[in-house]
T-cell receptor, first 112, second 113 residues
Framework: QKEVEQNSGPLSVPEGAIASLNCTYS??????FFWYRQYSGKSPELIMS????GDKEDGRFTAQLNKASQYVSLLIRDSQPSDSATYLC????????????FGSGTQLTVLP | EAQVTQNPRYLITVTGKKLTVTCSQN?????MSWYRQDPGLGLRQIYY???????DKGDVPEGYKVSRKEKRNFPLILESPSPNQTSLYFC????????????FGPGTRLTVL
């Protein structure tokens, strides 16, 4: 089992809809969770970090963390074509506390 | 401007010819790391460094070397590149390692023939 798994997609949503991206992780002791966005040909950039159970909102983005079920999700409300990118989930695995482990990413396309 | 720089951005080389990809950050970050990105496999960590003269293996260190002689620089060395090292490479830095936001360089696309 991979340590961090994401739906590989691709995921397509119409403009204005809610995009839902999911990520599961294997290490129950993980403490830090991140969502990065990567446009084609560009480097990843952080859009959300979350450290405790529950929801964290930042503009149109909401990260949700459920440590008991070992998943973290990202909701994008009012999706825009400019949100079309690959979204990478990253988890600080407790067994390798200095490292960050990335999922393989979910490619999102927002259709005008 | 706070940034991570990498050079070269693109490199085509041949099997066995030693190469170095440089990485530099101007944010005084303690932690630096190298990733490779391959289709379907996401970002995989090659090496990381918690501080000057302190380096450690990531998930895919075979065939790579690193050094951290200065806080700002963290070069990646391929002493005898092979075609399976053809990939997109990213350098990253952060204040506090895996617990913190990573700042990525622009990437180096390497092709080994």
């Amino acid at each position: 089992q991979k340590e961090v798994e994401q739906n590989s997609g691709p995921l397509s949503v119409p403009e204005g809809a809610i995009a839902s991206l999911n990520c599961t992780y294997s290490d129950r002791g993980s403490q830090s969770f991140f969502w990065y966005r990567q446009y084609s040909g560009k480097s990843p950039e952080l859009i959300m970090s979350i450290y405790s159970n529950g929801d964290k909102e930042d503009g149109r983005f909401t990260a949700q963390l459920n440590k008991a079920s070992q998943y973290v999700s990202l909701l994008i409300r009012d999706s825009q074509p400019s949100d079309s990118a690959t979204y990478l989930c990253a988890v600080n695995i407790l067994s390798s506390a200095r490292q960050l482990t990335f999922g393989s990413g979910t490619q999102l396309t927002v259709l005008p | 401007e706070a940034q991570v720089t990498q050079n070269p951005r693109y490199l085509i080389t041949v099997t066995g010819k030693k190469l170095t990809v440089t990485c530099s950050q101007n944010m005084n970050h303690e932690y630096m790391s190298w990733y490779r990105q391959d289709p379907g496999l996401g970002l995989r960590q090659i090496y990381y460094s918690m501080n000057v003269e302190v380096t450690d293996k990531g998930d895919v260190p075979e065939g790579y070397k690193v050094s951290r002689k200065e806080k700002r620089n963290f070069p990646l060395i391929l002493e005898s590149p092979s075609p399976n090292q053809t990939s997109l490479y990213f350098c990253a830095s952060s204040l506090a390692g895996g617990w913190d936001e990573q700042f990525f360089g622009p990437g180096t696309r390497l092709t080994v023939l």
